[in-house]
């Protein structure tokens, strides 16, 4: 008889055992989660506020050389410079981005101590 009710209890623990587990391993996804979605939502923010910034520094530069050499060649000028800061960025997009991106999706899911 006795042999049967630890069996049971040995039971009983190893179901709460698994269940603790099962709950630990949904609670490390909900932070995962939240701290990439926060990094997301925070990279979005900055980028939107960077184009617009971007947008008006633009604006600038072709009502500055309006005067000076006309609206069509300064317009050209800005777009010859954005082309130019393109390919700059398309050519380096590895170096730039994708290593520091997997460096921070890296450093979101693993932690150090593993």
């Known amino acids: 008889m006795e042999i049967k ?7 009983d623990t190893t179901q709460q055992y698994v269940d603790m587990k099962i709950d630990n391993v949904k609670l490390h996804v909900v932070e ?23 947008f008006f520094l633009l604006f600038a530069a072709v009502a500055f050389f ?9 317009m050209l000028a ?7 800061f393109s390919t700059v960025l398309f050519l380096l997009r590895k170096k730039l981005f ?3 991106m997997v460096r921070c999706f890296c450093r979101m899911f693993f932690n150090n101590k593993q």
Do not use: H, Q, W
């Open 5 to 11: 009710e630890n069996l049971d209890r040995l039971s």
């Open 32 to 54: 995962k989660l939240s701290v990439m979605c926060n990094d997301v939502l925070s990279y979005v923010f900055v980028s939107l506020l960077v184009v617009m910034a971007l």
């Open 66 to 74: 309006t005067p000076m050499i006309g609206l069509v060649y300064s």
């Open 78 to 84: 800005v777009v010859g410079l954005l082309t130019i």
């Open 98 to 100: 994708l290593n520091k």
